[in-house]
């Protein structure tokens, strides 16, 4: 315990003066480090916001979707009895400017006075959206997405034509509650909401039609337990059980999406692991070049009586400790990465992130694979520090080629350089 006090020590003041020789060593451990804690932190942050925000994303706690048909009468009236429903529908069409010059592909989205029933559609003036979208001076309004303007070259307060009907664009859409991912926006086209009744004015709602119902429910005023909802999707589903539809609630909103995460991740993560890999070669190389330094160093220990456990202990402590600072600014950084990701990702990712300490991929992971290559990195150092012990023989020493394997002792040089190593051994 007396030895690895002193071995301690003397390791603690060799790197008062070297710490900056290690600056290669921690920069390839704090990188590894980060980038592995950090693809986990930030896939479990966008995991964690969609699971808090799954009624939100969702628009309800249980949502009913219909292809090219809407419910009939008494699915909605059985909805309407155990709950508060929101009707919405979503088709793809085109928009066209009213002078014909120039039109895009939207995606145009129907919504009844109901919506949203979780969250807030937030348009770019401060109006209700029913102001928005009521018909006045013989059009209905709309409310769109920015791209939509600069697509055809419109402005608030224009015109555009949809099938046999106009819309006066009247607000542009800043944040939209229930979309679940841009790769949506991508298929379907920009958003374009209308009111519902102002649908079939249109004439594209015909037989055949590539339109999708979807019925959102709202469970006990927004406060329905979890329990809650799986006990109304049993029912609805024993009701009726070959209403073909789709019904997904709240606790899996985007299992798509999630899908697409975990995927990113682990690509993400083998990218980390082969730049784990390269810093590991990085690393190792830092510490031979250090303990090739440290030769002439470790040689005056032993000709000041430090034996070969001693000298081994000292250094394999002072590189046990700069990783274990690597390892730590690695960790803290990748922590810190989902602040950054938030702001980078806010225009892609459709909830925020939910910021945080998540222990098992920041720490956990993090330390997992890179504890395994800062072993090999100590275990090269203590075959480095293995062959300090021929630095003592006098094989190698300069002028100790006639003097044998003592010579050693009789040259001045390295006999001030022992004094020297008394004197900080003693400091």
């Given at each position: 315990?007396?030895k690895?006090a002193?071995?301690?020590?003397?390791a603690?003041?060799?790197?008062r003066?070297?710490?900056?020789?290690?600056r290669i060593?921690?920069a390839?451990?704090?990188l590894?480090?980060?980038?592995?804690a950090?693809?986990?932190?930030i896939?479990?942050?966008?995991?964690?916001?969609?699971?808090s925000?799954?009624a939100?994303?969702?628009?309800g706690d249980?949502?009913?979707?219909?292809?090219h048909r809407?419910?009939t009468?008494?699915?909605?009236r059985w909805?309407?009895?155990?709950a508060d429903?929101?009707e919405?529908?979503y088709?793809r069409?085109?928009?066209?400017?009213?002078?014909?010059?120039?039109r895009?592909?939207?995606?145009?989205?129907?919504?009844?006075?109901a919506y949203?029933l979780?969250?807030a559609?937030?348009l770019?003036?401060?109006?209700?959206?029913e102001?928005?979208?009521e018909?006045r001076?013989g059009?209905w309004?709309a409310?769109?997405?920015?791209s939509?303007?600069?697509?055809?070259d419109a402005?608030?307060?224009?015109s555009?034509?949809?099938g046999?009907?106009?819309?006066?664009?009247?607000?542009?859409i800043?944040q939209e509650?229930?979309r679940?991912?841009?790769a949506r926006?991508?298929?379907?086209g920009p958003?374009?909401?209308v009111?519902r009744n102002?649908l079939?004015?249109?004439?594209?709602?015909?037989?055949?039609?590539?339109?999708?119902y979807?019925y959102?429910?709202?469970?006990?005023?927004?406060?329905?337990?979890?329990?809650?909802v799986g006990s109304f999707r049993?029912?609805?589903?024993?009701?009726?059980?070959?209403?073909?539809w789709?019904?997904r609630d709240?606790?899996?909103?985007a299992p798509g999406?999630q899908?697409?995460?975990?995927?990113?991740?682990?690509?993400?993560?083998?990218?980390?692991l082969?730049?784990?890999?390269?810093?590991?070669?990085?690393a190792?190389?830092?510490?031979?070049?250090?303990?090739?330094?440290k030769?002439?160093t470790?040689?005056?220990?032993k000709c000041?009586?430090a034996?070969?456990?001693?000298?081994?202990m000292t250094?394999?402590?002072?590189i046990a400790?700069?990783?274990a600072l690597g390892?730590a600014?690695?960790?803290?950084?990748?922590?810190?990465?989902?602040?950054?990701a938030?702001?980078?990702?806010?225009?892609?990712?459709?909830?925020?992130l939910?910021?945080?300490l998540?222990p098992?991929?920041?720490?956990?992971?993090?330390l997992r694979r890179?504890c395994?290559r800062?072993?090999?990195?100590?275990?090269?150092?203590?075959?480095?520090l293995?062959?300090?012990?021929?630095?003592?023989?006098g094989?190698?020493?300069?002028?100790?080629?006639?003097?044998g394997s003592?010579g050693?002792?009789?040259?001045?040089?390295?006999?001030r350089?022992a004094?020297?190593?008394?004197?900080f051994?003693?400091?």
């Amino acid at each position: 315990m007396k030895k690895l006090a002193l071995a301690f020590s003397f390791a603690r003041r060799d790197l008062r003066g070297g710490r900056k020789r290690f600056r290669i060593f921690l920069a390839c451990i704090v990188l590894g480090v980060a980038a592995i804690a950090g693809i986990g932190s930030i896939s479990s942050s966008i995991v964690a916001g969609l699971a808090s925000d799954g009624a939100v994303l969702l628009g309800g706690d249980v949502a009913v979707r219909l292809a090219h048909r809407p419910a009939t009468g008494e699915q909605r009236r059985w909805m309407g009895r155990h709950a508060d429903v929101s009707e919405i529908t979503y088709m793809r069409s085109m928009a066209h400017r009213t002078d014909g010059a120039k039109r895009t592909l939207i995606n145009l989205k129907s919504v009844d006075g109901a919506y949203p029933l979780y969250g807030a559609l937030e348009l770019d003036r401060d109006a209700p959206l029913e102001t928005v979208l009521e018909r006045r001076d013989g059009e209905w309004g709309a409310a769109v997405d920015p791209s939509i303007l600069n697509r055809l070259d419109a402005k608030i307060g224009d015109s555009v034509r949809i099938g046999s009907t106009s819309y006066r664009i009247r607000a542009a859409i800043r944040q939209e509650p229930d979309r679940l991912a841009g790769a949506r926006a991508i298929t379907y086209g920009p958003r374009f909401i209308v009111a519902r009744n102002s649908l079939t004015d249109t004439g594209l709602v015909r037989p055949g039609a590539q339109i999708r119902y979807e019925y959102r429910v709202r469970l006990a005023n927004g406060q329905a337990s979890d329990e809650l909802v799986g006990s109304f999707r049993g029912a609805l589903d024993a009701t009726f059980p070959d209403a073909g539809w789709r019904v997904r609630d709240r606790r899996g909103v985007a299992p798509g999406t999630q899908r697409i995460i975990n995927r990113t991740t682990q690509f993400i993560t083998l990218v980390g692991l082969a730049a784990l890999l390269i810093g590991g070669v990085g690393a190792g190389n830092a510490v031979r070049s250090y303990l090739g330094g440290k030769m002439q160093t470790i040689a005056m220990f032993k000709c000041i009586g430090a034996d070969a456990r001693l000298v081994f202990m000292t250094w394999l402590i002072e590189i046990a400790l700069m990783t274990a600072l690597g390892i730590a600014i690695g960790i803290a950084v990748g922590a810190a990465l989902p602040i950054l990701a938030s702001w980078l990702l806010s225009g892609i990712i459709p909830t925020p992130l939910r910021i945080g300490l998540y222990p098992e991929p920041v720490v956990g992971g993090a330390l997992r694979r890179t504890c395994r290559r800062d072993i090999f990195n100590l275990a090269g150092g203590a075959r480095r520090l293995g062959r300090a012990r021929r630095a003592v023989s006098g094989r190698g020493s300069a002028g100790a080629g006639k003097s044998g394997s003592g010579g050693h002792r009789d040259d001045p040089a390295l006999h001030r350089r022992a004094v020297g190593s008394r004197n900080f051994a003693g400091a």
